[in-house]
């Protein structure tokens, strides 16, 4: 073989063992390639599961489900008032929610609900054809296990991960739950819409009545909310609501859980909400003060989560005549003060509509928390308007639309404002071109329903700057009956009736009279009320006056607290003792701080409402203080008793000073600053108090049954308005109320205890009557206490005067 066949034999091996290399080289690459995938993926799977699962909740946590429920609070007869709640949910077992309500529930979220094992592929892809054959989101693919591990397992976010752990936890609740108790968990957890969590919280919410009260087409719209509730909501788009609702009875005649018929009547029905409510609160102020008992003593979580029963004291007929007196009383004492002005101007161009963005932006400025106002052009609601014409009997009012006319009779009120003047002196408005212009921005009430010409008869209006605080309390119990803590809970949380301290002037004198009882003074006692100085311990004379500016000599003690003498109680005061009518006070309940001094006697220490009335209801209930009480018991979400509370009572003066004061108060009403109270026709006792300056006007009167007090004033240190007194401001307030609360009740007369007697005594001396006296009156006595001389013409009255 020569040397050229050689090395051609040789090249061929070579080339031929490269290419058995190249091979080698290929399937080693290949080999490694994939045992480089198979590490990766399993890598990979290994991190994945480790996320998927890491932290993954136990589902069997579920075996405890304890939602977050309303805590509801209840007046004295059981009538729900308030609920205070993060999630608005009543909880109910399967077998008392009604058939058809799971049956719509599972026909439009999950209608292989009872086949499937956590999730169903086919269910997600029949989801998506149906989405696209709407043209939006009719249907959603998760199965009803999965949505309860969406809301209450994971977070919201839409990624693989969540999915994956959401078909994981699925299952393991499929394994672990039967179908019904997974079923019965999510008619009570999933949202529908303002708050409402669940079935029957959202039955309550949109249409007032229970889940097993509903009819078919009703039970359809609940179970239609879910899939998105703002979007469905019937509130906020009833057509697109209704819509909705029938594509759910569809479903359910599809399903055979209903008939053709039944569906095509649901269908063709109309729906009628409830008056949208986000929360229920009756009385505003004083479940706000429940709300922060309860939160002290239970906690937030127990509060808003714990659907507690709060079952308070409260009487739901005399709330509402509590806070209809306030508000009539406040509105009344506001309008005689005269008219602030409109809220603003706008300028009306001549062929161009009006600029309700401007006028929106006046409102908000002059309401920045809102205000109750009422929902709609109802009659007694408020709205803001523009006057767009007007002549010197009418004013022509645009309301976004809508017309309305204020009569000259309706705006006579609107005088010019002046505190400083006596509002009785005003006259009424008779043109109405002094009050208002073309332009003007106004607040009005809506009167009634539209006249001949199609115009809304309206009146002017401007919300109080005078607050005012109302309590009633039930002397036997010390059950809080009635609170209002001022006139809008909206514009203004601030309770007067507890929190603000507020001097009490002559309101006051009630309590400094019945502790001179206890040292031995009498109704008939004599002093004489003339000028006196006092000096305090700085070296500073006080000279106190009466508010009439004058002085009327001899005076016995129940003249002088009828008429309310101011000079004869400082002098009763300092005959006494400071020190005694402190500690008699403090047995009344007043926990306030009393300043150590003379002043006291005309109410110059600041006290609030429920301590003073409270204390009235000592003289009212024979000398036996019973506790405020606005809580009766709480119950836990299983009906278990966690606090009860019984009246809390004490006799702390005798029933005898009690009467003495109820009488002499009873005369206070028949002859002196209390007269309006006289329109109830049955035995009251009250007084009346106003401060310097008409800073504070109170009234404090009360029934056998029944005590109550008004305070009226502004929150800064300004006066309410010329002689707007006690009698005035206050007392129209209390007899507002109580002609309500009193009406169909029968008339109680205050008890004479058998330690009192009864005797004629000269009025003018306080001393035994002659046939010689001019003026005789029976008065009262503790027995023992009687006068024993006789009065003489000439003789001059016994006194003790300084």
Known sequence: MSNSELQKKGLIQKILQGEFNLKKIILYGVISFFLLLTLFIAVASIIMYKKVYKDLPDVMSLKNYKPNLITEVYDDEGRLISEFYIERRVLLPLNKIPA????????????????????????????????????????????????????????????????????????????????????????????????????????????????????????????????????????????????????????????????????????????????????????????????????????????????????????????????????????????????????????????????????????????????????????????????????????????????????????????????HVDALSFERIKNANEVLKIGDVIDVRMLEKKDKRGMLKLALEQEPVVQGGFICIEPATGFIRAMVGGYDFERSKFNRTIQALRQPGSAFKSIVYSASFE?????????????????????????????????????????????????????LLQSMGIKHALDFSKRLGIKSHLTPDLSLALGTSGVTLLELTSAYGVFANNGIRSEPMAIKSIADKDGNILEENKAETKKVISEEVSYIITNILQGVVQEGTGWRAKVLGRPVAGKTGTTNNFMDAWFLGYTPDLVAGVWIGKDKDEPIGKNETGARAASPIWVNFMVNALNRTPVKDFQVPTGIIFTKIDKKTGLLATPESSETVLECFLEGTEPTEFAEPETKATTNSM
């Open 100 to 419: 058809l309500m799971r049956f719509a529930t599972i026909a439009v979220e999950d209608d292989q609900f009872y086949r499937h094992k956590g999730f169903n592929y086919k269910r997600i892809l029949g989801a998506l054809w149906s989405n696209i054959k709407a043209g939006s989101v009719v249907e959603g693919g998760s199965t009803i296990t999965q949505q309860i591990t969406k809301t209450m397992f994971l977070t919201p976010e839409k990624t693989l991960m969540r999915k994956l752990r959401e078909a994981i936890l699925a299952v393991r609740i499929e394994e672990n739950f039967s179908k019904d108790e997974i079923l019965e968990i999510y008619l009570n957890q999933i949202y529908y819409g303002h708050s409402a969590y669940g079935v029957e919280a959202a039955s309550l919410v949109y249409f007032g009545r229970h889940i097993h009260e509903l009819t078919l087409p009703e039970i359809a719209m609940i179970s239609a909310i879910p899939r998105a509730p703002k979007i469905y909501s019937p509130f906020l788009s009833p057509e697109r609501a209704k819509t909705r609702r029938n594509h759910v009875l569809r479903r359910m005649e599809s399903l055979k859980y209903i008939s053709k018929e039944e569906a095509d009547t649901a269908s063709k029905s109309d729906f009628k909400l409830k008056e949208r409510q986000d929360k229920r609160n009756l009385a505003p102020y004083f479940t706000e003060y429940i709300r922060q008992y309860v939160e002290d003593k239970y906690g937030s979580s127990g509060l808003y989560k714990g659907g507690l029963k709060v079952y308070t004291t409260l009487k739901l007929e005399f709330q509402d005549a509590a806070e209809y007196a306030i508000k009539e009383g406040l509105m009344e004492i506001d309008k005689r003060l005269g008219y602030r002005g409109p809220l603003g101007n706008v300028k009306i161009e001549h062929g161009q509509g009006i600029n309700w963005e401007k006028i929106e932006e006046i409102e908000l400025k002059n309401f920045p928390d809102g205000r109750e106002k009422g929902e709609g052009l109802k009659a007694g609601n408020r709205v803001i308007g523009i006057v767009t014409d007007l002549s010197p009997e009418r004013v022509f009012v645009d309301m976004k639309g809508a017309k309305g006319i204020i009569q000259i009779k309706d705006l006579a009120w609107a005088h010019k404002y002046n505190p």
């Open 519 to 571: 040292k031995g003074f009498t109704p008939a006692s004599i002093f004489i009320d003339s000028p006196v100085i006092f000096t305090d311990k700085d070296d500073k004379n006080w000279k106190p006056a009466n508010f009439e500016e004058r002085f009327y000599g001899p005076t016995t003690l129940r003249a002088a607290l009828t008429h309310s003498r101011n000079v004869i109680t400082v002098k």
